[in-house]
């Protein structure tokens, strides 16, 4: 039922690094544009990273740009986001989107994409 799969989450200490990756698991959404997106307890979803359907255009929220790297291998079905320098207020769950594969711009707009993930947790400890 759930066609988008992240892992990669876990606890680490303030600085550290985490690799979070999201895998198109029925190899049926035609390499679309991705982004990544948390949610810490009792809030909103925000906006993380987006990448565009051919890997060459990336977008970042001012509070992970410079610490945090998205990529996508569309051979693989997978989009990464390489997170360093994390910071407690990094501790959310994150969860991997798919826009439809019509649609080759990556966006910063949640209403922008049509399959999700479950979520991964990651935890920052200070």
């Known amino acids: 039922q759930v066609q988008l799969a992240e892992s990669g989450g876990g606890l680490v200490q303030a600085g550290g690094s985490l690799r979070l990756s999201c895998l198109d698991s029925e190899r049926t959404l035609g390499s679309p544009a991705m982004g990544w997106f948390r949610q810490a307890p009792g809030k909103s979803r925000d906006f993380v990273a987006a990448?565009?359907?051919?890997?060459?255009?990336?977008d970042y929220a001012d509070s992970v740009k410079g610490r945090f790297t998205i990529s996508k291998d569309n051979a693989k079905n997978t989009v990464y986001l390489q997170m360093n320098s994390l910071k407690p207020e990094d501790t959310a769950v994150y969860y991997c989107a798919a826009r439809m594969s019509t649609y080759v711009a990556d966006s910063a707009d949640v209403n922008d994409y049509r399959y999700w993930g479950q979520g991964t947790q990651v935890t920052v400890s200070s």
């Open positions: 990448i565009s359907k051919s890997g060459m255009n990336t």
